[in-house]
Nanobody
Framework: QVQLVESGGGLVQAGGSLRLSCAAS????????WGWFRQAPGKEREFLGA????????TYADSVKGRFTISRDNARNTVYLQMNSLKPEDTAVYYC????????????????WGQGTQVTVSS
């Protein structure tokens, strides 16, 4: 099993930045794709982006491309989501997820999920 714990959420003003962390423990060698999703009240869970390890390739949703960046610190088994130029519509609970194989924007391809961290962007 793999355990994921997100941190770094909070309240930020529009135009500001936040960096979310996703610390992994357990059998992390089983994972290949690490993704970030978010879910706003009353909306479906939305794919933001993913990184595949050890290849290091990344993909992003159009809604965040150019503003959000995913990276990984292999020594710390931690994946990051750097969020810049935040907008009120970015307000949501943010989740990290991991898959044992190649995964894209399909949430059902991810076997492991964190508990989520709240991000609130004020206008």
């Amino acid at each position: 099993q793999v355990q994921l714990v997100e941190s770094g959420g909070g309240l930020v003003q529009a135009g500001g930045s936040l960096r979310l962390s996703c610390a992994a423990s357990g059998r992390t060698f089983m994972t290949y794709t690490w993704g970030w999703f978010r879910q706003a009240p009353g909306k479906e869970r939305e794919f933001l982006g993913a990184i595949r390890w050890p290849v290091g390739s990344t993909t992003y949703a159009d809604s965040v491309k150019g503003r959000f960046t995913i990276s990984r610190d292999n020594a710390r088994n931690t994946v990051y989501l750097q969020m810049n130029s935040l907008k009120p519509e970015d307000t949501a609970v943010y989740y990290c997820a991991a898959a044992r194989s190649y995964a894209g924007d399909d949430r059902y391809a991810y076997e492991y999920w964190g508990q989520g961290t709240q991000v609130t962007v004020s206008s």
